[in-house]
């Protein structure tokens, strides 16, 4: 199904784990994909750019209209998780949090909105089920993903007449790099993720394609009537309550 075919799609942190997975499903489907993040990426056409520098999201988004004409698709991908108690996190490292994680999506939404309104494209932001919950020493991480989860809702209300849509995808528990090299440092990396699995519905843990079929279908016109929405992938585990 080539749903894609004549679009341009901007993924950031499409380099690895599940924006390397949306960025190859988008492709897939016939966009053409550029991807954004420290570093080159030889599977697309990559830029390199430090989503911390404010300067960075008119550069990108300049650079993927410069080379393919306009942008139907942007989706709002890379982050970072960093772990403390709330006492424990500098002012700095605090700032850095919600820079790449809500800054960086509000500057390249901002960049991209005028080439958007053009072709009435749409945009996806990766958000994550800590944007509903919350995991232990994770205060940057769920404060940032709760206002890119509110900041989606924003953007659908303030733009939808101009034919933009803005949902999000909030994942739950994916089998990204990261997260199996978490595992694997466990004592005992087989039980360790057989419990992960266990708490979750569909006995299983996600992968970076559970998402990215989401992300695709959200960026479809299949979704033509779908916006300001949070959708949670995360295989039923916020459905579930713990035992009494």
């Known amino acids: ?3 894609f075919e004549g679009k341009t799609a901007l993924v ?6 599940i924006g390397r997975a949306i960025a190859e499903r988008l492709q897939y ?3 053409r ?5 420290r570093g080159a ?3 697309f056409e990559g830029i390199e ?3 911390g520098d404010p300067d960075s999201p008119d550069q990108i988004v300049s650079s993927v209209v410069d080379r393919a004409g306009h942008l139907d698709i942007l989706v709002n991908n890379a982050g970072m998780m960093q772990e403390a108690l ?3 996190i500098g002012l700095e490292d605090w700032q850095r949090n919600l820079t790449v994680n809500l800054t960086a999506p509000f500057l390249l939404t901002k960049a991209a909105l005028p080439h958007l309104r053009q072709t009435r494209g749409n945009i996806v932001n990766i958000g994550s089920i800590e944007g509903l919950g919350s995991n232990p020493r994770h205060a940057a991480y769920c404060a940032s993903k709760a206002g890119l989860h509110g900041f989606t809702r924003a953007v659908a209300v303030d733009h939808g007449a101009e034919g933009i849509r803005c949902n999000a995808v909030a994942p739950g528990w994916i089998d990204t ?6 595992i694997a440092s466990m004592p005992d990396p087989d039980a360790f993720g057989q419990e992960i699995g266990r708490i979750h519905p569909v006995a299983r843990t996600g992968s970076p394609d559970d998402v990215a079929a989401l992300v695709a279908f959200l960026s479809s016109d299949d979704a033509a009537f779908i916006t300001g929405q949070i959708y949670t992938v995360d295989g039923g585990r916020m459905a579930k309550l713990s035992l009494p």
């Open 33 to 37: 994909v550029f991807t954004a993040q």
């Open 49 to 51: 750019a430090d989503l």
């Open 41 to 43: 990426d030889p599977r």
């Open 29 to 31: 489907e016939g966009a």
């Open 86 to 88: 709330v006492e424990d």
């Open 177 to 182: 790099e990261l997260n199996m090299e978490f």
């Open 12 to 17: 950031t942190g499409g380099r690895s784990g």
């Open 1 to 3: 199904m080539m749903r």
